[in-house]
T-cell receptor, first 110, second 118 residues
Framework: QKEVEQNSGPLSVPEGAIASLNCTYSDRVSQSFFWYRQYSGKSPELIMSIYSNGDKEDGRFTAQLNKASQYVSLLIRDSQPSDSATYLCAVNGGSYIPTFGRGTSLIVHP | GAVVSQHPSWVICKSGTSVKIECRSLDFQATTMFWYRQFPKQSLMLMATSNEGSKATYEQGVEKDKFLINHASLTLSTLTVTSAHPEDSSFYIC??????????????FGPGTRLTVL
């Protein structure tokens, strides 16, 4: 059973702080990793994808991948109240069938 | 780029009727489409995976005779909920993905369809 684990939260951070979201996965042959943001009542939207070990930055978002430790994280710098949402980690294994984590709820308070 | 549309965005129907939901990739060819269901405050649940021109692969516990999936073209997949009952009320979301080349294995989600069965 391929598993993707996330802390359900909620993770509460003050506006302007760095939010750190973590995800671990069980399938060692996983090759593609994604972070999606889902607002309440809406469908998920892609934030970032990452394929290689290390960091990948896009604006205020940084994804970090460590395949040896089987974890992927998402950092959100200068958090804004509009970042309050559920963040889903998704992992594609060798079969390219995605496995989603249950999501981490992030609350950014003014 | 990578826009996926879904229609209708919401639907209310009577128990026992069938409802069809369309999912379209607007600017890319979707060799694979996924159908998810999400109940309030719960996580995404993958229902089935469909590849263009092939029968859908259903996840364990999903009734294929109740949730009919057709993926007849590279831009359109449909989900038909047959003989809908109140317990089928949920948020149905499709996603689409291009050919499984690594740089193109991202899936893009449609806006979802909220189904309410009375």
């Amino acid at each position: 059973q391929k598993e993707v684990e996330q802390n359900s939260g909620p993770l509460s951070v003050p506006e302007g702080a760095i939010a750190s979201l973590n995800c671990t996965y069980s399938d060692r042959v996983s090759q593609s990793f994604f972070w999606y943001r889902q607002y309440s009542g809406k469908s998920p939207e892609l934030i970032m994808s990452i394929y290689s070990n290390g960091d990948k930055e896009d604006g205020r978002f940084t994804a970090q991948l460590n395949k040896a430790s089987q974890y992927v994280s998402l950092l959100i710098r200068d958090s804004q109240p509009s970042d309050s949402a559920t963040y889903l980690c998704a992992v594609n294994g060798g079969s390219y069938i995605p496995t989603f984590g249950r999501g981490t709820s992030l609350i950014v308070h003014p | 780029g990578a826009v996926v549309s879904q229609h209708p965005s919401w639907v209310i129907c009577k128990s026992g009727t069938s409802v069809k939901i369309e999912c379209r990739s607007l600017d890319f060819q979707a060799t694979t489409m996924f159908w998810y269901r999400q109940f309030p405050k719960q996580s995404l649940m993958l229902m089935a995976t469909s590849n263009e021109g092939s029968k859908a692969t259903y996840e364990q516990g999903v009734e294929k005779d109740k949730f009919l999936i057709n993926h007849a073209s590279l831009t359109l997949s449909t989900l038909t909920v047959t003989s809908a009952h109140p317990e089928d009320s949920s948020f149905y979301i499709c996603s689409a993905r291009g050919p499984p080349v690594r740089v193109a294995d991202t899936q893009y989600f449609g806006p979802g369809t909220r189904l309410t069965v009375l």
